[in-house]
């Protein structure tokens, strides 16, 4: 349990398995400010596309991300170039290196501790952190840790009908592999890797609808706050 006075909440999980939209609904009805990290990588991974650094060059990587460590900020992140799926694949592979997740490290847990105020709505309850490692690493001492999962080929269907309403030009097959690689990669690297905390709820969307998938969350969430 943390023993700070804004409850942290941790939710953690694979692509496409509804977290994100899951974290945004649950901050409107909290009241909690949302991070979601994978901006944060995506942010990194777009540099690295945008300067034409080879990404397997793990120090070029590294110092980029040290570089933008000291000027990040909030505004950076709603950058409509950050959804992208090349943003996301970059992140991933961005992300396996040691030194980029370091730099990351002191933001997210700055964001937890303070969480910033709500538009419209003024102080933040507390804070929700989106992530990968936000329970076992980011704030391994949050209030509630949650982690969200959903069978492969459910993930890859959801995704590829997202993206072809978007109107963009996309096979299934193609989806289904870059987010197979996608997890092995997130879950295999040594640094921080993808991983339910012990202490994590687990919560499984395949056969779930997105209220079903929220009012579960929510119940996990009363009944430990
Ligand atoms: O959640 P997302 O799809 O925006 O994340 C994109 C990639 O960023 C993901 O495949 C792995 C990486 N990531 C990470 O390593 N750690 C996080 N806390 C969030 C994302």
Known sequence: MQQSS?????????????KGTLCRRLGQTLGFAVLDTGKLYRLIGIRVLNTGIDPQDEDAVTQIAQGLQTSLSLDELNDPQLQSDEAGTMASITGQYAGVRQALLDFQR????????????????????????????????????????????????????????????????????????????????????????????????????????????????????
């Open 110 to 225: 700055h964001f937890a501790a303070h969480p910033p105020e709500i538009a419209g709505i003024g102080a933040a309850k507390g804070a929700i952190l989106d992530g990968r490692d936000i329970g076992t690493v980011i704030a391994p001492d949050a209030d509630v840790k949650i982690f969200i999962t959903a069978d492969l080929q459910i993930r890859a269907k959801r995704r590829y009908k997202e993206l072809q309403s978007q109107g963009i030009p996309v096979t299934y097959d193609a989806v289904f592999e870059d987010m197979k690689a996608r997890d092995v990669r997130d879950s295999s690297r040594s640094s921080a890797p993808m991983l339910p905390a012990e202490d994590a709820h687990q919560i499984d969307t395949s056969d779930m609808t997105i209220d079903q998938a929220f009012d579960k969350a929510i119940s996990i969430i009363n009944d430990a706050l």
């Open 6 to 18: 804004t409850p942290v909440i941790a939710i953690d999980g694979t692509a496409a398995s509804g």
